[in-house]
C-alpha cells in the first residue's frame, strides 16, 4: 500500500502562486510514477501533470503548459506541483496519485493510489 497525503492548497487571486505538496508513505518503490489530477464542481477528474518516479520524465496537460511545473523529491519522499499564473479556471480539487503499472500519463484510471486533495480557490 502507498499513502498520499496533499497540502498547500489556498486561496489566491488571479496571476499569483500556489506550490502544492503530497507525502508519500508506505511501498512507496512500487509506484512507477506520480501525478496531479484535479476536480472542478460538475466536472470530471483531469490529468494535470505526471513524473516519472526514476527518470524524471514529465507530461503536462495542455491548459497548465508553461504555467505549472511538477517534480518529486525521492530523498524526501515529497511529489510538488508548483502552480504559476493562476486563472480561475484553475479552481478545483487538487489530487496527488500514483501509479504502479508501465504507462505513464494523464488518465486517471491508470493510477492505483489516490491522496484526500487538497482545495485550490482562484478568485478575480
Known amino acids: 500500500q502507498v499513502q498520499l497525503v496533499e497540502s498547500g492548497g489556498g486561496s489566491v487571486q488571479t496571476g499569483g502562486s500556489l506550490r502544492l505538496s503530497c507525502v508519500v508513505s508506505?511501498?512507496?518503490?512500487?509506484?512507477?510514477?506520480m501525478g496531479w489530477f484535479r476536480q472542478a464542481p460538475g466536472k470530471e477528474r483531469e490529468g494535470v501533470a505526471a513524473?516519472?518516479?526514476?527518470?524524471?520524465?514529465?507530461y503536462y496537460a495542455d491548459s497548465v503548459k508553461g504555467r505549472f511545473t511538477i517534480s518529486r523529491d525521492n530523498a524526501k519522499n515529497m511529489l510538488y506541483l508548483q502552480m504559476n499564473s493562476l486563472k480561475l479556471e484553475d479552481t478545483a480539487m487538487y489530487y496527488c496519485?500514483?501509479?504502479?503499472?508501465?504507462?505513464?500519463?494523464?488518465?486517471?484510471?491508470?493510477?492505483?493510489?489516490w491522496g484526500q486533495g487538497t482545495q485550490v480557490t482562484v478568485s478575480s
Open positions: 496519485a500514483a501509479g504502479i503499472g508501465w504507462i505513464i500519463g494523464l488518465d486517471p484510471s491508470r493510477y492505483n493510489y
Open positions: 508506505g511501498y512507496i518503490y512500487s509506484t512507477k510514477y
Open positions: 513524473i516519472l518516479t526514476g527518470g524524471g520524465v514529465t
